[in-house]
């Protein structure tokens, strides 16, 4: 049975997943603002890939951890000076705690993806995590949901499905999502690892 939020970062024996959190709400007492708005507003090109950086990054500590966020949006993460957090933690998961929980199946924000064919039952949950890093980063760069297409078994972006708010999108940003979204093999620290890569080098 999958325990509440809080009950799994405090009893998480682990130093390091307690430490995640601690730098997660870091931020607290410091201004800033959410990615809400952050929309409200055209930002730079370089402006959105700083930011991509910093949520990779973000994601890649949770999951050195072994915590999976699980509910990464755009209102749940939060923007300071150069830094970013997330602040949701409802549908967050210590799995050195839960051992119970092995697959994507186990996870109940997984579902709708599962059930959209993006996500199979048997991934990894971390994979859960690169999804909603997508649905982020696609809010900043286009501020509109994101939807996605399968074409010869992998996923990527539907880009006629905005109409006449569609807009071409940078080989960069193609590049990202075909990562993203078809991890295949790959653990999420690398991929993390690649894109942070990938993003930083376009700076």
């Known amino acids: 049975m999958r325990k509440g ?27 800033g603002c959410l990615q809400q708005d952050l929309l409200t507003e055209p930002r730079a090109g370089a402006d959105v890939s700083l930011l991509v950086v910093l949520l990779l990054e973000l994601v ?10 699980g509910g990464l949006k755009p209102d749940s993460l939060y923007f300071y000076l150069s830094g970013i957090t997330a602040l949701d933690f409802s549908n967050s998961v210590d799995l050195q705690l839960q051992t119970d929980v092995t697959t994507a199946r186990d996870l109940p924000s997984a579902q709708k993806y599962i059930q959209q064919g993006l996500l199979s039952p048997s991934a990894s949950p971390y994979q ?10 696609h809010m900043l760069l286009f501020n509109r949901p994101m939807n996605v297409k399968q074409e010869n078994s992998a996923w990527s972006l539907d880009e006629g499905s905005g109409s006449e708010h569609s807009v071409p999108v940078e080989s960069l940003w193609k590049d990202f999502f ?5 991890p295949g093999l790959k653990s999420s620290e690398l991929v993390l690892s690649e894109l942070i890569s990938i993003v930083r080098n376009s700076l």
Do not use: T, W, Y
């Not at 998480?12 to 870091?26: E, R, S, V, W, Y």
């Open 5 to 31: 939020p809080h009950k799994v970062f405090v009893e998480a024996g682990g130093h390091n997943a307690i430490a995640a959190l601690q730098d997660a709400l870091i931020c607290a007492s410091v201004p």
């Open 60 to 69: 890649k500590r949770f999951h050195c951890c072994r915590v999976v966020h």
């Open 128 to 137: 859960l995590d690169l999804i909603g890093v997508a649905e982020v980063v």
């Open 178 to 182: 075909h990562m993203i979204l078809n």
